[in-house]
């Protein structure tokens, strides 16, 4: 059984661009989650999609927003980036969250010059 | 809101027992869980309890959960150089969001 996929794994954005990330959840979880990991501010919780819906938000600005398709897909897109956007984004999926396993993808490393 | 403490570091010899300290504020956690983190990586799911349990076991691993301290453990027995990681607990709050200890850096001595 496929594993949650995360694309792309690395990149690098300058100032004031925008970047999308890919989630592709595990087959059968409908749930998809996003986090951020930076060395000061550790994992925080970004949002959360259900059978395409936002169930849940983070303390995000609101350059940070995602969607999640009818396949269960998930992207999120940072606009107007900033240099303290750098930070590994992952995403997390469930096939019934908040209850049991949430299973994680090896994140996307974005670094804003 | 929840709050998840956690120390940052703990050293252990190999073939010790390593103990994993965790205490959290939200009594209304459901699940409380353990991830492991190597270099690199992403997050890989350890173990999970439920709120209604006080011990659950899976293999090397024993998790503790103290309810009336808002304490939680995990015992890695055992402890293999493979072990060493940033050992990760989390906590779901009353709004269905996970929060997160700052991690503990496991260190394996020979």
């Known amino acids: 059984k496929a594993g949650v996929t995360q694309t792309p794994r690395y990149l690098i954005k300058t100032r004031g661009q925008q970047v999308t990330l890919s989630c592709s959840p595990i087959?059968?979880?409908?749930?998809v989650s996003w986090y951020q990991q930076t060395p000061g501010q550790g994992l925080q919780f970004l949002f959360e999609y259900f059978s395409e819906t936002q169930r849940n938000k983070g303390n995000f600005p609101g350059r940070f927003s995602g969607r999640q398709f009818s396949n269960s897909r998930s992207e999120m897109n940072v606009s107007t980036l900033e240099l303290g956007d750098s930070a590994l984004y992952l995403c997390?999926?469930?096939?019934?969250?908040?209850?049991?396993?949430?299973?994680f993808g090896e994140g996307s490393r974005l670094t804003v010059l | 809101g929840e709050d998840v403490e956690q120390s940052l570091f703990l050293s252990v010899r190999e073939g010790d027992s390593s103990v994993i300290n965790c205490t959290y504020t939200?009594?209304?956690?459901?699940?409380l869980y353990w991830y492991k983190q190597e270099p690199g990586a992403g997050l890989q799911l350890l173990t999970y309890?439920?709120?209604n349990m006080d011990m659950k076991q899976d293999q090397r691993l024993t998790v503790l959960l103290n309810k009336k301290d808002k304490h939680l453990s995990l015992r890695i027995a055992d402890t293999q150089t493979g072990d060493s990681a940033i050992y990760f607990c989390a906590g779901v709050d009353s709004n269905y969001q996970l929060i997160w200890g700052a991690g503990t850096k496991l260190i394996i001595k020979p």
């Open positions: 939200d009594s209304s956690s459901t699940y």
């Open positions: 997390a999926s469930s096939f019934d969250w908040p209850t049991g396993e949430l299973f």
């Open positions: 309890i439920f709120s």
């Open positions: 087959s059968g979880h409908r749930s």
